[in-house]
């Protein structure tokens, strides 16, 4: 081939690469991101001769107060009819975003609930170099400053409607006439888990015991399980945000490797294992408003009796 010949075909490659390049960040930015999806997984996690319970798992909505969008999609919700709703964090991206996310919570708040808080309930999100999601999390820098969101009133709107802050916390809730003992976690990603306020064996006489956190920290996961939990709901991770087809996430944000980076999936430790669900969330910083393919997404699980097989994961719209 001439040289002509090769700087020709070289541009024509570069133009090809770079419409292609900007067909995926457009198709990120201007559909997934906003292509939320419900997902449907089921989890056999309860005694024996128990009737199925239906938890709606939502994590990490990084609500804007102008995303109606999203906040009318999670208030459809409360069609589902879930017996239980367990929020994993992360809810705000905006100091005023609580009205608003109180109008996407909607009925769902008069439905039994457990909430914990990500690091954007405390903190707005800011503008950060990309580069750094891609370095192994304990190598991650955190700034310290004061929060400077309205995470009280967000934590008494909640408590409020009667959902149940289990941040370094424990409790007990009795749903559908099963006793379900809990333990939770603050973030682990700004290291305000405080595991050892929570530490000890399950109850035995207890239905279910579950774990809650925002990130899934190994060092918190291996408590839970260490513990005795059967089954622990974690977010953060977003799925990875940015993945690539077929081969799956690059990142989670976090100690938890890619493979669990989103969905159901096992956990073991100390010769125990339970069931972890991570949700991908609903939503990104608005300094990253993109995803690809890794659909925004709440979860509804259904609990069933310990001798049902998990099923595939299956995905659905709500309307």
């Known amino acids: 081939m ?8 070289t541009l024509k490659t570069t ?7 900007a067909a995926c960040v457009a198709y990120a930015a201007g559909i997934e991101v906003r292509w939320f999806t419900l997902r449907r997984v089921t989890v056999p996690v309860l005694p024996q ?3 199925p319970l239906r938890v709606l798992h939502l994590s990490d909505l990084h609500l804007m107060p102008t995303q109606e969008r999203k906040i009318n999609w999670v208030n ?6 879930p017996d239980l709703i367990v929020n994993t964090g992360d809810n705000l991206s905006h100091e005023d975003s609580v009205r608003p996310l109180l109008r996407a919570y909607g009925d769902l708040l008069d439905l039994p609930g457990v909430f914990v808080f990500g690091s954007n309930d405390y903190w707005k999100p800011h503008f950060k170099n990309p580069g750094k999601y891609l370095l192994p999390a ?3 820098r955190h700034k310290p400053h004061g929060p400077d969101l309205p995470f009280e009133e967000m934590r008494r709107a909640f408590s409020g409607a009667g959902w149940t802050d289990l941040n370094n916390a424990k409790a007990t809730l009795k749903v559908n006439g099963l006793r379900l003992d809990f333990a939770g976690t603050d973030d682990p990603h ?9 530490a000890g064996e399950v109850d035995p006489t207890a239905d279910l015991s579950i774990g809650v956190t925002h990130a899934p920290y190994q060092r918190v996961l291996n408590g839970f399980v260490g513990d005795g ?9 977003h799925g990875g945000q940015l993945a ?18 989103k969905g159901l999936s096992t956990w073991g430790y100390d010769g125990r294992q339970a069931a972890l669900h991570v949700s991908a969330g609903l939503g990104t910083s608005p300094y990253a408003p993109v995803r690809f393919a890794c659909r925004p997404e709440a979860t509804l699980l259904t609990l069933v009796p310990r001798n049902n097989p998990i099923s595939p994961e299956q995905s659905a719209h709500v309307s």
């Open 138 to 140: 304990h190598k991650q």
């Open 15 to 21: 133009a090809v690469v770079g419409a292609v390049g």
């Open 229 to 237: 939990y059967p089954l622990v709901l974690a977010g953060h991770t």
């Open 2 to 9: 001439s040289l002509r010949g090769l700087v020709t075909t």
């Open 190 to 198: 700004i290291k305000r888990d405080r595991y050892d306020e929570v």
């Open 49 to 51: 001769g128990s009737a």
């Open 244 to 261: 690539v087809p077929i081969y799956g996430a690059l990142v989670t944000n976090c100690d938890l490797d890619t493979s669990r980076v």
């Open 76 to 81: 459809d919700l409360a069609a589902l009819q």
